[in-house]
């Protein structure tokens, strides 16, 4: 293969893999995004205690697949614990769900004094993530639902608070 066509055909397959990722994050694929699963997930607490995601319907809900393992994960955490407390009084609930062994997610909720619920879901919260729209089964991953439980907003990757709070404000 001549060096012009393998320039082609490296530009062509960069440019398609630009606009397939575009399509997965276009915000008119947010109304193929289901957070019924996620919702109707029971998990348990970081005391074993499960809970049903429904609980926190009605409010405006930032729900995060992480892990303790996940650098861009631990970037947004202390972003979501401000935020949490900033805004939680006006209906703003970020729950954690956390793709990790218990004890791992018990230390550095405690070390990090996270003030929002964080469910234990381990492995098996990464095809509940997919049912709610992480096709690439990444993280971390969020979505944030209105107070009705439908999906606004979905995020790969950490989230910045400029990326976050102007979505969370029009919400509240």
Known sequence: MNRALQISLFVGLTLLAGLVGYRLSAPDRLSEVDASGVLAATLPDLEGVPH???RWKGKVLV????????PPCLEEIPVFVRLQRE??????QFVGIAIDERDKVVAFARR???N???MIGQLDAIELSKTAGNERGGLPYTLVLDRSGRVVSQHYGALTEQTLVPIIAELL
């Open 112 to 114: 990090n004094a996270i």
């Open 87 to 92: 805004m939680g009084e006006r209906g703003l």
């Open 52 to 54: 049903s995601v429904s």
């Open 116 to 118: 929002y619920p964080i």
């Open 63 to 70: 729900v995060n697949f992480w892990a303790t393992w996940c």
